[in-house]
Antibody
Framework: EVKLVESGGVVVQPGGSLRLSCAAS????????MHWVRQTPGKGLEWVSL????????FYADSVKGRFTISRDNSKRSLSLEMKSLSIEDTALYYC??????????????????WGQGTVVTVSS | SYVLTQPPSVSVAPGQTASITCGGN??????VHWYQQKPGQAPVLVVY???DRPSGIPERLSGSNSGNTATLTVSRVEAGDEADYYC???????????FGGGTKLTVL
């Protein structure tokens, strides 16, 4: 069974930093592209970032580019999101998401197949 | 960047058919994926690549995509279909994934 467990969400002041983690199990982690997707309270979904299975390619949403860094440790089956210069607009539930197809680095493959339950980040003074 | 437009809400009586649209410039040239999200739960993939269904998703949910509109159709609607539905594409111009604003399906 695929399992994605996010952690690291807390209350942080504007301008602060935070690191989210995602522990993965139930699948061959080092074969799948992984994503972070966030959802603001009562609102819609926003894709944040992706990292290909080999860590060789990363992409970011314009809203986080230059402030967030995605990384992975395949030996530990772990995905991370380093977040800096946080603003109130970053307040959201952050989901760790597994891609659908393995060993694929093409955008034609990037479909959000399995989602964790999310971790809440609150940016507030 | 690329924009996907969904109606905020769609209402339908049980047993009827609901159509949820997702509009975008020449969206027919892209692969569209759909997600269902029930209150308090994480989203679930229900249709990918315009019209394919993951295992376990009932045939009552189907998708199509042409021109400037993609459509998720829910046939023989049941109370359990009540949820928010989101469309999603990958925008190759900006190298970003884009979600529609979501549509709340209400079963009357």
């Amino acid at each position: 069974e695929v399992k994605l467990v996010e952690s690291g969400g807390v209350v942080v002041q504007p301008g602060g930093s935070l690191r989210l983690s995602c522990a993965a199990s139930g699948f061959t982690f080092d074969e799948y592209t992984m994503h972070w997707v966030r959802q603001t309270p009562g609102k819609g979904l926003e894709w944040v970032s992706l990292i290909t299975y080999d860590g060789g390619t990363t992409f970011y949403a314009d809203s986080v580019k230059g402030r967030f860094t995605i990384s992975r440790d395949n030996s530990k089956r772990s995905l991370s999101l380093e977040m800096k210069s946080l603003s109130i607009e970053d307040t959201a539930l952050y989901y760790c998401v597994k891609d659908q197809l393995n060993l694929c680095t093409s955008s034609s493959c990037w479909v959000f197949e399995y989602w964790g339950q999310g971790t809440v980040v609150t940016v507030s003074s | 960047s690329y924009v996907l437009t969904q109606p905020p809400s769609v209402s339908v009586a049980p047993g009827q058919t609901a159509s949820i649209t997702c509009g975008g410039n020449n969206i027919g040239s892209k692969s569209v994926h759909w997600y269902q999200q029930k209150p308090g739960q994480a989203p679930v993939l229900v249709v990918y690549d315009d019209s394919d269904r993951p295992s376990g998703i009932p045939e009552r949910l189907s998708g199509s995509n042409s021109g400037n509109t993609a459509t998720l159709t829910v046939s023989r609607v049941e109370a359990g279909d009540e949820a928010d539905y989101y469309c999603q594409v990958w925008d190759t111009t900006s190298d970003q994934s884009i979600f529609g604003g979501g549509t709340k399906l209400t079963v009357l």
